[in-house]
């Protein structure tokens, strides 16, 4: 966009370096800009830095012979050109080095921006009276929004996603972003879904990931909206479409991975989907399914093609290529060809299809082993304080601070129980083996038949506690 002709203009090989008149900056989509004026107020130099705070491109103008323009009249005409209108005119007698410099410091103001609003809200918290609860609570609806906006349009840096995160750790475990004390349960785990045994908390790299996504996402399905028009003659050379986003030569993993689901088509008249290289019937392509090799020649079939106006397949023309499971998927399918209705982009990591924040963050954590039990789930529909339901997620995962885990992380060298210092204080001793908390039980009068059976292993037991179901105890 930057490379456009300009009325007036002509480009240069290079400009004198001498003092600058003055210059502006300005931002859009994510990258810095900075025109730079010459005192003879005919060379003029345009800088372009991205969000890495890295110079990445330079081009050179000067003005037409004919043209006699005054410095504002310049300005106006290249903000017409390639930036916002409320862009700030900064010092006019700036030194290049001096100008240069003041431009990274806006960079790094830019990332200060998002961490002064974080450190604001933890300021002006009670966080010596939250809760463990508590503080999750604020982290989900607070703390992890705050830099959503940022992230929606550009890539930030890993190292400052990597300091929100560890802001948003030292308070959940600490109360402050200052404070130091033990982390209990490893940060991996805390950003799991509830249901894979996390707290449900959004690393700020999946997040920016996602919303990334979500803007492919959005210029497929806006493409007549100005933002996607402007972003699509800039990158996409053209491209419509799922393919104004595929992956380039050296894609990262989740990048295909993000292509491969926004690949997912739902059919309408079958004529703007590949029936063997797009997705749309099952959680591959046809191509990578069949039987045998799928001729070049016939991978460039649409599904509309192979529909039979009588509403039914030509199952000739491809039934030998697929297998039969395969066979029975597509039978379950028909298009709809002469009614206007085309076919869409489909969301596959949701059953409506409809693209979330939620499923592409799951999708990018594919690739970590799950942690999928039925306990994690059932601890948070139990009927009870949220605090309790902490207390057993601590539980669960062996972090309750007991002397046994004093010792092993460093802070004590005595691990055995207070009141039985030949028995080791661990979680199970602790609610279940300890004299003292079968007498708990027995004081509450409220035991059935498993709760003193000290056969069974603690999470078991728990289980059984809490309502399971027997028959899945094991």
């Avoid at 004026?37 to 081009?59: C, H, P, Y």
């Avoid at 996409?236 to 295909?256: D, E, L, Y």
């Avoid at 199952?315 to 499971?325: R, T």
């Avoid at 982009?345 to 799951?362: H, M, Q, R, Y």
Wanted: proline share 4%; aromatic share 10%; with cysteine.
């Amino acid at each position: 966009m930057v490379d456009q002709p300009v009325p007036g203009m002509v480009k240069k090989e290079q400009i004198d370096y001498s003092p600058i008149a003055s210059w502006r900056t300005s931002t859009l989509f994510g990258s810095f800009f900075a025109i730079i004026l010459m005192t003879n107020s005919i060379d003029i130099k345009i800088l372009v830095w991205n969000t890495q705070g890295a110079k990445s491109r330079e081009f050179l103008y000067t003005l037409k012979e004919h043209v006699r323009m005054q410095r504002p009249q310049i300005i106006a005409l290249l903000e017409t050109h390639w930036f916002s209108r409320n862009s700030a005119v900064l010092d006019a007698t700036t030194p290049l080095n001096v100008a240069l410099d003041e431009l990274a410091k806006q960079l790094s103001n830019w990332n200060k921006e998002i961490f002064d609003r974080v450190d604001k809200h933890l300021i002006g918290w009670r966080t010596k009276c939250l809760s463990l609860v508590g503080g999750t609570t604020l982290i989900k609806a607070t703390l992890t929004t705050i830099p959503a906006y940022a992230m929606q349009t550009c890539r930030v840096l890993r190292a400052i996603c990597d300091e929100l995160d560890r802001k948003v750790r030292c308070f959940l475990w600490a109360g402050t972003n200052t404070e130091c004390k033990p982390h209990l349960v490893a940060w991996a785990t805390v950003t799991r879904p509830l249901e894979e045994g996390g707290l449900g908390i959004r690393a700020m790299r999946d997040l920016n990931s996602a919303s990334m996504a979500k803007l492919g996402w959005r210029m497929i399905h806006e493409p007549k909206s100005l933002w996607a028009k402007i972003l699509r003659h800039k990158y996409c050379r053209g491209r419509t479409g799922i393919h104004a986003i595929a992956p380039g030569q050296r894609p990262s993993n989740v990048w295909k991975a993000l292509v491969r689901d926004l690949r997912t088509h739902s059919i309408g008249d079958g004529k703007q989907t590949l029936f063997w290289t797009q997705r749309w019937v099952t959680g591959w392509l046809l191509v990578e399914v069949a039987v045998r090799p799928v001729p070049i020649e016939d991978q460039q079939i649409m599904v509309a093609d192979y529909w039979e106006p009588n509403s039914r397949w030509r199952w000739e023309d491809f039934a030998d290529l697929i297998l039969e499971e395969v066979h029975v998927q597509i039978a379950a399918y028909q298009a709809y060809p002469n009614t206007g209705i085309h076919d869409k982009p489909f969301w596959g990591k949701t059953s409506s299809g409809t693209f979330t924040i939620k499923s592409t963050i799951n999708l990018i954590r594919e690739d970590t082993p799950p942690m999928r039990h039925d306990i994690w789930s059932t601890i948070w529909r139990i009927k009870a304080p949220q605090r309790m339901k902490m207390f057993l997620w601590l539980v669960l995962h062996g972090a309750v601070v007991t002397n046994a885990n004093k010792v092993r992380r460093g802070f004590s060298s005595n691990a055995n129980c207070v009141t039985y210092q030949d028995i080791e204080e661990d979680i199970t001793h602790v609610l279940h083996s300890c004299k003292i908390a079968r007498e708990v039980w027995d004081y509450f009068e409220q035991a059935d038949q498993g709760m003193h059976d000290l056969r069974l292993e603690l999470v078991e037991w728990i289980k059984l506690n809490i309502g399971y179901k027997a028959s899945d105890l094991h």
